[in-house]
């Protein structure tokens, strides 16, 4: 009887289970309910489906580089070339083009700008970061104003620093090296509510280069010392707000000012504040905002003095204060796992204030509206419309079209074909230019007038856009389950109405005359095939034929600082015991007639002391040819250069 | 056809009459007063042991637990919230099995009691780390986060038996403890999800996750909802795949006399999140190819698989 009973029970069991056990998630059974966290608006975009060449620099990759300058880590990407003008300034430039000046990238360090509207440049050594705070460095290898807006011209660094979580209670660093190199970091970092903060000090000097090729010693040193920090609140599940500041302080001597003066020293201060805030509408809805503002101010004062029959001296500076205000806005809409949209809209105030380069100041405002398309029509393919309009005040507006097609034959791989075209507005050093010193406490006094004004150039204000047209076909993959990791691209590229001149030469007025076009192949590669061992290599061969309808020079311009081949490799090795080894070579020749070819190696030993740990490392540079760095006054004394290093975080 | 007759081999308890003198003479199913998930899966378990084991079941409530005639009873308690009181001498049931109730909680409370059983809700560790293996073949290091309570199964144990290296961090009372987690996921290729609600709840899972995932590393489990919320996968056993279990344990204790010893839900199917898989570049195979994948590699990871 009870065992057909119990048979029974089988029976009515399955048949009765239906009525609460199939509607039933079991998850609806949880006591305590959770939130859904990562939805799509949240995560980001596998690599596979990014419509664009990217180079990621982690901070592992950057630890193990064992460099002390943000610029230098830019040699990891396939492309980049990295030179020097002087100890601390760097030009750093996606497929090299003019040495002038870093015009045509945009940097940014967690979505702000850090590009010098005033000077049209970017001063690598004034930014006011460490390199220990990077997380990682996305490098986007090719035009995208559509995304990133004006001077996403030839590519886009996109600092991201460490969120303060993911940083260290406190760390200090001490690195000593060859040129009296010294850098101290202190940061500390912890956890109010629900907020996270950081706030890091530091303090960066060198020498600079040893000599000029002629012998005599140079004088490009830097010395600063900065503060930033980084507050990040998260009120609820659906927004979150972040705080940003920095304040720099610093002196740098030059020596490359005309030969009758005595070099004077650059004092620079930088001041920066950034708000930023993500908003979670729903699951595929998200809004985000940043508000940046920054300022600048060179001090820069000297006495010169001047043949009028009697030779007359007077005080003459160039000092200038560059201010900056983004506000940047932009919605992020799925709409299904197929189609993706991002609009939004950037303003871009720049003043500058300078009575030599602006006699006064100048204010200029800037729009953009940008739209970016994802749309995956059939499983394997997925085309991208994207476009921004932009309209700087009182000149007119242009569209940047860029159009995408990715096609995956699995999820592993992709082959992309990419078309684009920027804009780079010319900037207010170029077009706007006003340039006189003005001389006072002349002596002898009474010869001349008191202040004396010595115009020195003026810009025609005649100047129209610089502009790219791109093309790229290129591969993303990964082979053997992520142990090898692989991109490649070829690309042809016309650039149009480049102003190449010198802009600091008073007798060459600024023009949109040269025309050059750049074609060739660029690789780079991740190999970590076994679990102590990483691999990186990437290589790039670039060929640059440039023209320009007024003079010879301008077409040369465009082409001194582009090599023909450039790449490095590194390979990373963990010994075990908290020892690793790095070793890297890097090299780009020609650049300027000088050959780049450097060996880095590096070790690393750390220990453990109770919770915290405590990291000493040896660095050794080996240059295998004396002119390396652009100009043959860049040199060191000694072929091998060494840093070491000692770190402790608890 | 096989597994069909091992459930009615297993069923077979329930069927046989006890030996000597039936004491149980009725169930008690006490639930948390305002869960109606858990009052419905108690519905359930009701109508699946009146049939099956043909004595009363009825059900209470927690606030409404003391029960006068308990000397005949068995208990069967859902939910967490009930263990303390489960722990204490104020349980003066024959017997009781705590239902759908983590295996950590249950330990921190119940260890080495003879008088009380568990099915628990999670599921056995091994088991999710031998689903991590399967989605990730390259897998070494496994980072797991605890509070003061003691992992369900003892580590040196989940190491041998995942030939994995596990690396355990206490983040209770830490208010600083995304650090913690932040280091250990440098330090891990994953992390494993423990059902401990003093760790994962509602107002952590945010952290967890995105600490983990900006890492550039996924979580795997504790349950089938924290897929939903980001966790890369879980295995999860399904309501009916429960009560199954818990019919047949309350049969062999008829039968027996005694409790059988505390277990984890034996079936169980794969559950996974394709997106936050795709956003890290892992591929992935659908949950029905998983699930029949991960049961036929059953043999390999030992007991609590």
């Known amino acids: ?650 | 056809m096989k597994r069909m007759f091992l459930i009615l081999l297993l069923w077979l308890p329930v069927c046989l009459p006890a030996s000597g003198e039936a004491v149980i003479a009725r169930i008690d199913v006490v639930i948390p007063a305002d869960n109606a998930a858990l009052a419905d899966l108690a519905g359930g378990i009701q109508h699946a042991l009146q049939q099956s084991a043909a004595i009363p079941v009825n059900i209470r409530t927690a606030d409404n637990k003391n029960s006068s005639d308990t000397q005949n009873t068995l208990l069967i308690a859902l939910s967490d919230n009930l263990l303390p009181w489960l722990a204490t001498e104020k349980n003066n049931y024959a017997a009781t099995l705590a239902f759908y109730v983590s295996s950590t909680a249950y330990l921190a409370h119940l260890r080495n009691d003879d008088k009380v059983t568990a099915l628990y809700r999670d599921q056995p560790l091994a088991r999710q780390l031998q689903l991590a293996k399967m989605l990730m073949p390259n897998l070494h290091h496994v980072g797991i986060v605890t509070g003061h309570r003691n992992l369900p199964q003892p580590l040196a144990e989940l190491e041998r038996s995942s030939k994995l290296e596990i690396q355990t961090i206490d983040i209770e009372d830490k208010i600083d403890w995304p650090k913690y987690l932040s280091q250990l996921m440098l330090d891990s290729d994953v992390l494993l999800g423990v059902d401990d609600a003093t760790i994962y709840n509602a107002d952590t899972i945010r952290s967890i996750l995105l600490t983990t995932y900006r890492r550039g590393k996924f979580l795997i489990g504790p349950a089938r909802s924290f897929v939903s919320a980001g966790s890369l996968a879980s295995c999860y056993t399904a309501p009916d795949q429960y009560m199954q279990q818990l019919v047949e344990m309350v049969g062999v204790f008829l039968r027996s006399q005694k409790l059988p010893r505390p277990q984890y839900p034996r079936a169980y199917r794969v559950a996974i999140n394709p997106q936050v898989a795709a956003s890290l570049g892992l591929a992935v195979q659908d949950e029905k190819t998983l699930t029949a994948r991960l049961q036929n590699q059953v043999g390999e990871c030992g007991d609590g698989c």
């Open chain 1, 1 to 650: 009887m009870r065992k057909s009973l119990a048979l029974t029970a089988v029976v009515s069991f399955s048949l009765t289970a239906p009525s609460y056990g199939a509607d039933l998630d079991d998850s609806q059974l949880e006591s305590i309910p959770v939130p859904e966290v990562l939805t799509p608006v949240r995560l980001k975009q596998p690599r596979t489906e990014v419509p664009a060449s990217v180079t990621v620099i982690d901070h592992e990759l950057i630890a193990a580089a064992g460099v002390r300058e943000l610029p230098e880590l830019l040699r990891l990407v396939p492309g980049m070339v990295v030179s020097a003008r002087s100890g601390w300034d760097y030009v750093v430039s996606y497929h090299g083009t003019n040495r002038r000046n870093s015009r045509r990238m945009q940097v940014l360090i967690d979505g702000r700008s850090v590009y010098q509207a005033g000077l049209a440049t970017i001063e690598w050594s004034d930014i006011p970061i460490a390199i220990e705070d990077i997380e990682r460095i996305e490098v986007t290898r090719g035009p995208d104003t559509a995304a990133y807006g004006a001077n996403a011209f030839l590519g886009i660094i996109n600092i991201i620093t460490k969120h303060p979580d993911d940083s260290a209670r406190l760390r200090v660093k001490a690195t000593y090296g060859s040129s009296g190199t010294e850098n101290y970091y202190a940061s500390t970092s912890g956890n109010l509510q629900d907020s996270s903060y950081r706030v890091t000090l530091g303090k960066r000097r060198d020498n600079g280069f040893d000599t000029r090729q002629r012998g005599d010693e140079r004088n490009d040193s830097k010395d600063a010392h900065f503060i930033n920090g980084r507050w990040l609140l998260t009120p609820a599940d659906s927004w979150n707000i972040g705080f940003q500041f920095g304040y720099k302080n610093g002196i740098k001597t030059d020596d490359l000012n005309p030969p009758n003066v005595i070099p004077p020293d650059i004092w620079v201060k930088d001041y920066y504040g950034s708000v930023n805030s993500q908003v979670f509408l729903s699951d595929k809805n998200s809004i985000k905002w940043q508000l940046d503002y920054s300022r600048t101010q060179y001090v820069s004062e000297y006495r010169t003095c001047e043949n009028f029959g009697v030779i007359i001296c007077g005080d003459i500076n160039d000092n200038s204060q560059n201010t900056r205000v983004d506000f940047d806005l932009q919605d992020t809409w799925l709409s299904s796992k197929d189609v993706k949209l991002v609009t939004g809209t950037h303003f871009q105030r720049k003043h500058v204030d300078s009575q030599t380069f602006y006699a006064g100041t100048i204010d200029l405002n800037s729009y953009q509206l940008f739209g970016n398309f994802e749309y995956r029509f059939l499983p394997q393919w997925t085309a991208t419309i994207a476009g921004s309009e932009e309209k700087q005040e009182h000149g007119g507006s242009d569209f940047s079209p860029r159009l995408a097609l990715l096609f995956a034959p699995d999820k592993t791989q992709t082959f992309r074909l990419v078309y684009s075209e920027a804009i780079r507005t010319p900037d207010l050093y170029e077009n706007n230019l006003n340039w006189n010193y003005t001389a006072t406490k002349i002596s002898p006094p009474n010869l001349i007038p008191d202040p004396f004004i010595r115009p020195f150039k003026k810009s025609l204000g005649d100047l129209t856009e610089e502009h790219i047209r791109s093309r790229e076909f290129g591969y993303y993959g990964l082979w053997f389950g992520g142990a090898l990791e692989l991109d490649a691209k070829i690309f042809n590229d016309d650039l149009t109405h480049l102003i190449s001149e010198n802009l600091t030469n008073a007798n060459l007025i600024p023009t949109n005359s040269t025309s050059l076009n750049q074609t060739g192949f660029e690789t780079e590669l991740n190999i970590h095939p076994i679990e102590p061992l990483h691999i990186h290599i990437n290589y790039a061969q670039i060929n640059s034929h440039a023209s320009s309808s007024t003079d010879i020079a301008n077409a040369y311009n465009e082409q001194t600082l582009t090599p023909r081949h450039a790449g490095s490799a590194g390979i990373m090795y963990a010994l075990g015991d908290g020892l690793s080894l790095s070793s890297f070579y890097y090299f780009a020749y020609p650049v300027n007639a000088t050959k780049l070819s450097r060996w880095d190696s590096r070790i690393t030993k750390q220990l453990r002391l109770f919770t915290n740990n405590l990291s000493v490392s040896a660095a050794v540079q080996h240059y295998f040819y004396k002119y390396s760095d652009y100009f043959t006054d860049n040199t060191y004394d000694s072929p091998n250069r060494f840093l070491v290093s000692v770190d402790l975080s608890f």
